[in-house]
């Protein structure tokens, strides 16, 4: 079953637009999948001067003519987006809603020509309440936020827009599925003793990186070693960026 299937989530994000509360935002670890839900208040306009309401079907026109809204997704730097799911009420005959998405950078200096679109849809089969759904038509299913991009020299986002035409057409709210990932290995090797012929390569790497870990001195990490609770509770602490006030 889809997220949207479900009448109470539309519920939940009708009582979030009253209340004004702002999106939620997956703060989960792990590869696993994670949903990450944007209600339909959280859209913007691409023009002041739409008429709308927000009401049990989400954002509504009030008068006919495209209105186009757009909202900016979160999702921590190196994610995988693997689908993006657009809840839509189109009781109109002729004219279909479109949905889309997109990866833009935002150099933080010189050139960068990376990003793009992610995926478009529209409602076109839908009677009524239903889900748009896209998926990346990038390998297989999935593209990575920075995979296109420098990622030390750019600012990345991404955009979910869906363009409405008439007073019978809605806009409820998004879904975002996605994942972690550990980063693809270097081509060489930090550590002497885990070349990349290593088969735990990748995930040492990983944490060398990021500077979780710099070994065990020497210039190697000691992969067979044991691990102290000390270092443990190093290991922990930095890759969770535990930070506690006083």
Not at 47 to 52: E, L, R, T, V
Not at 64 to 73: A, F, I, L, N, P
Not at 174 to 189: C, E
Not at 200 to 228: H, K, M, R, W
Request: proline share 7%; aromatic share 8%; glycine share 12%.
């Amino acid at each position: 079953m889809r997220l949207f299937d479900s009448p109470k989530l539309v519920v939940v994000l009708l009582a979030a637009a009253c209340l004004g509360s702002s999106p939620a935002i997956a703060q989960s670890y792990g590869t696993g999948s994670q949903d990450l839900v944007i209600p339909a208040f959280a859209f913007e306009p691409t023009f002041h001067d739409y008429q709308f309401v927000l009401g049990p079907s989400g954002l509504t026109p009030t008068a006919d003519g495209d209105q186009t809204w757009v909202t900016s997704v979160s999702v921590p730097s190196g994610a995988i987006v693997d689908e993006i799911d657009v809840l839509v009420v189109d009781n109109d005959g002729t004219a279909d809603i479109q949905v889309a998405s997109s990866l833009a950078s935002f150099p933080v200096s010189g050139s960068n020509s990376c990003g793009g679109n992610f995926a478009t849809g529209t409602s076109s089969g839908i009677t009524g309440q239903g889900t748009v759904v896209m998926t990346s038509p990038f390998g297989s299913g999935a593209i990575e936020s920075r995979g296109l991009c420098n990622a030390v020299d750019s600012w990345l986002s991404y955009y979910v827009t869906a363009t409405l035409h008439t007073t019978t057409q809605s806009l409820g709210g998004v879904r975002i599925a996605w994942h972690r990932s550990v980063s693809p290995p270097p081509a060489t090797a930090t550590f002497g003793d885990v070349p990349t012929s290593h088969p735990f390569f990748q995930f040492i790497e990983a944490l060398a990186a990021s500077g979780i870990t710099g070994g065990c001195g020497g210039g190697n990490y000691c992969p067979d070693a044991g691990v102290t609770r000390g270092q443990m509770a190093v290991f922990l602490a930095k890759s969770l960026g535990l930070n506690w006030p006083n």
